[in-house]
Each structure stands twice: as C-alpha cells, then as structure tokens.
C-alpha cells in the first residue's frame, strides 16, 4: 500500500506562492493533487502521468499552478503562485496506485489559506 504525506502549505497573502510537496512511499502510474474548500466539492486541480511527464490542469489554476515530479525522491509538486483568496482549501494529493484509472490512495492533507 503506497502511503502519501503532503507538506508546505501555509498561509500567504494573496499574489503570492507556494510549493506544495508529497511523498510517496512508493510509484504510482497516475498522481493528482486535489483540493477542496469548506462547504465546497472536491476538486482535482492537477494530474500527471509518471511515465511519459504529461499533466492536466484544471481550468480554475491554469497558467498559476504547476505539477512535476522527482522519481528519484517519488515526490509530486505542485507549485502555486499567484494565490488568490479563492484558492484557500486543504490541498491533498492522490494516487492511482494500481493503474486502474482511479485514485486509490488518498494523503491527509495540507492546509493552504490566502489573505486578501
């Protein structure tokens, strides 16, 4: 069972960034970071496939945020820059561990908040 651990959110004052990290105790074909603000749905806002580097976006953080991964480390990142108050949710990461084309492994979770 893949185990995920995401780190560095914090606050920050809108217009600014950050940069999201999970760890991964293992490899994964597929790896999203989703978010999901209270009283809101969830929302998967970046998605990247290992093996060939691709990546998806939501329509909501395009041009803003950016998904990459370190296979050596087996750690996703998701750099957020310009932050707006909107963007304040718990970012969490997930994995399609088995390669079935669904997320099976979920982490706990990071908190990112943006003032005005």
């Known amino acids: 069972q893949v185990l995920l651990v995401e780190s560095g959110g914090g606050l920050v004052q809108a217009g600014g960034s950050l940069r999201l990290s999970c760890a991964a105790s293992?490899?994964?074909?597929?790896m999203g970071w989703f978010r999901q603000a209270p009283g809101k749905e969830r929302e998967l806002v970046a998605t990247?496939?290992?093996?060939?580097?691709?990546?998806r976006y939501a329509d909501s953080v395009k041009g803003r945020f950016t998904i990459s991964g370190d296979q050596a480390k087996n750690t996703v990142y998701l750099q957020v820059n310009s932050l707006k108050p909107e963007d304040t949710a718990l970012y969490y990461c997930?994995?399609?561990?088995?390669?079935?084309?669904?997320?099976?492994?979920w982490g706990q979770g990071t908190q990112v908040t943006v003032s005005s």
């Open positions: 293992g490899r994964s074909a597929v």
């Open positions: 997930a994995a399609d561990s088995r390669g079935l084309g669904r997320y099976d492994v």
């Open positions: 990247i496939w290992w093996s060939s580097g691709y990546t």
